[in-house]
């Protein structure tokens, strides 16, 4: 499936595309990114708010050590 939407779609919407596909309204999507910035994270928040999907954010807090 990676290799398919990476070619046919572009990594940039690599999950997007599978959010797209396997949810349904009412379904939870939980996201996990260490900056909480990342573009392909926000988008796929932002289509969750399309899908009536509820959406949970697992981030760091953004500091470098």
């Known amino acids: 499936m ?3 939407i990476g070619n046919g779609y572009g990594y940039a919407k690599l999950f997007l595309r ?3 596909a396997q949810t349904r309204p009412g379904d ?3 996201g996990i990114t260490t900056s909480g910035k990342s573009p392909n994270m926000l988008r796929d928040f ?3 708010k399309d ?3 509820t959406s949970i954010s ?3 807090l953004g ?3």
């Open 2 to 4: 990676i290799t398919a």
């Open 51 to 53: 899908l009536q999907v």
């Open 18 to 20: 599978q959010l797209q």
């Open 63 to 65: 500091r470098r050590a």
């Open 28 to 30: 939870v999507f939980v």
């Open 58 to 60: 697992l981030c760091g």
């Open 46 to 48: 932002e289509a969750c």
